[in-house]
């Protein structure tokens, strides 16, 4: 364009560039104007994207929080388990000597309650066997007296 101010008069030109160079300038300055506007798009977007980040971050925190309580209540709550297993083996084990005892104090029970028998049958038999006596002995003194 400014090749054909050869046949344009001098303020024609300068006119002419002038035109040319404030178009340029509204170019640019439009050009600049939408960078400015994809600027702060992609600032705005970043910033959220940003904040996401965060809240994501918090999120995770709050759930390895979480998870981490849980996990100790469940090693607590085992631990009790283990006590509680414990505890009822050893109850077990008491209950079976007990039963044991048990048992033996019913074998000795049985045998004494047998001796007992045995002494009381022994001593009926006696006690009869003196009473035959104390009457033979009645009837012969009866007998001597009269």
Known sequence: MIAQSGHMSSGEAERELWR????????????AAELQLDFRRERSA????????????????KQKQHTETVGQKCNEQHIQLLDLRKQSQIASLEAARLNQQLQLLQKDVQGKVQIQKQSRDTYAAHLKEQKSVLEEYTAYCN????
Not at 21 to 30: C, S
């Open 20 to 31: 040319q160079t404030r178009k340029y300038i509204n170019e640019y300055e439009d050009r």
């Open 46 to 61: 970043l910033e959220s994207a940003a904040n996401r980040q965060k809240q994501t971050q918090q999120e995770a925190s």
């Open 143 to 146: 007998a001597v007296s009269d």
